[in-house]
């Protein structure tokens, strides 16, 4: 642990925070606790809780400021259009707002270092400005290859307002005393396109081990969805466009009802109703939707999987991406079935710690869906590489690398 000597000021931009249970707001969060602990102040500028929904957390009012305190992080909470996660030009609305209020919340915030997230990638322009205004050093935390990433869904295509939005990408990238990007994949698309390697990090996302850890199956879950005697699969989490769930709804039909099997779909996007409808018009049996849950409650729900699916669209962009659903499941034991190529791919198979399938290729989702069910040998295995690949992405590990980056970048300026 670094000493309280070594303190500084962090100002930290995300457009999701807790009580939101997403991917952003749960790296955010579990890395600014773990940055308090080693004596640094943070404070980290956000908008009312609102995702997927578009509709803000009991308790919480959309207001122009207002602040609170959660394990030792000053929040400040500011103003944004709020729009639910559909629809591209509300959820620009929405991120534009969001980027204006933070940055004008963010000039009255003490700091020695500033880090804006993407996604959302409008965040990333308030740290810039803000880091121009004050005069100190930003990281540009990589998440999301944004606008490439909404080509890849179809949420827009290739043309002026794309071009233009690649260049202010490209202009951001250079101006950040530093990118932390979350996969080596990413790191290799930004040297490709010229930017100096020496400026990128690479921080995973990984795995909490003391909210995640094995434990049996839930009683109450299991007794509550009639889950005994079942093989169940599951997916937790966002229900958007880039998931592709309707996929692995489609392909439920391939699968023998008389085989028990239960698949659990936990959470909810921009996708959620289609989807949902799609199971309907299937006509299947052994699909159950339930809605988003707490983020303490997802252990329970995951220690009653068998194998935790994350897919995504078949893309060449989405090969470099790599789901952080995985790490919570293998920090369980629960070997994943993926759906996702490239970087990902390599981190299971090089661990053993589940099986991959090619996006989108219904008999091969369903012959490795089989294989996990009923090789015993090859499930075990399985578990043993989750052990590994959860130790190897120990998030306290990675927060406190990140944490090293953000002194050294301090120092450097």
């Not at 990433?149 to 951001?172: C, D, H, N, P, R």
């Not at 466009?241 to 392909?251: D, E, P, S, T, W």
């Not at 409808?277 to 220690?303: G, H």
Request: aromatic fraction near 12%.
């Amino acid at each position: 642990m670094s000493s309280k000597e070594k303190s500084f000021k962090i100002l930290f931009i995300t457009d999701n925070f807790p009580p939101e249970v997403n991917a952003p707001a749960t790296r955010t969060f579990e890395h600014c606790k773990e940055w308090v602990k080693r004596g640094a102040e943070v404070t980290v500028i956000t908008c009312a809780p609102n995702f997927p929904h578009g509709k803000v957390f009991e308790g919480y009012r959309n207001k122009i400021y207002q602040t609170e305190v959660i394990d030792e992080i000053r929040v400040v909470r500011v103003w944004s259009y709020i729009s639910a996660n559909k629809g591209f030009a509300k959820r620009v609305l929405d991120y534009i707002s969001f980027a204006h209020s933070a940055f004008w919340a963010g000039l009255f915030q003490k700091a020695d270092i500033i880090i804006a997230t993407s996604p959302q990638f409008f965040t990333t322009w308030a740290g810039f400005a803000l880091s121009k205004v004050k005069r100190k050093p930003w990281i540009f935390e990589l998440r999301d290859l944004w606008p490439e990433s909404i080509k890849t869904v179809g949420a827009m295509k290739q043309g002026y307002a794309i071009e233009w939005l690649e260049k202010i990408e490209l202009f951001l990238y250079r101006e950040s005393d530093k990118v932390v990007a979350v996969t080596d994949a990413f790191k290799e698309n930004l040297i490709s396109r010229g930017i100096n390697p020496g400026n990128i990090e690479v921080v995973t996302n990984g795995s909490n081990m003391e909210l995640f850890y094995p434990r049996e199956k839930d009683p109450d879950i299991m007794k509550r969805y009639s889950l005994e005697g079942h093989f169940v699969v599951g997916y937790i989490g966002t229900h958007g466009m880039a998931h592709n769930l309707g996929f692995i709804v489609k392909a439920l039909k391939r699968v023998d009802e008389n085989q028990n099997f239960k698949f659990l779909f936990i959470g909810d996007g921009a996708m959620k109703e289609k989807v949902v409808r799609q199971a309907k018009e299937l006509n299947l049996k052994n699909a159950i939707f339930l809605d988003p849950i707490a983020k303490e409650d997802v252990p329970r729900y995951l220690s009653c999987l068998d194998v935790s699916l994350a897919p995504l669209k078949k893309s060449d962009t989405f090969k470099t991406v790599i789901p952080s659903k995985i790490f919570e499941a293998s920090a369980m034991l629960k070997p994943t079935l993926l759906g996702v190529e490239g970087e990902a791919q390599r981190i299971i198979e090089s661990y053993g710690a589940g099986l991959c399938f090619e996006p989108e290729n219904e008999k091969d989702f369903v012959e490795k869906l089989y294989m996990l069910k009923e090789d015993k040998a090859l499930y075990s295995k399985a578990q043993e590489g989750c052990g590994k690949l959860a130790e190897d992405f120990d998030r306290k590990r990675l927060a406190g690398k990140m944490y090293d980056i953000l002194q050294n970048t301090i120092n450097d300026k």
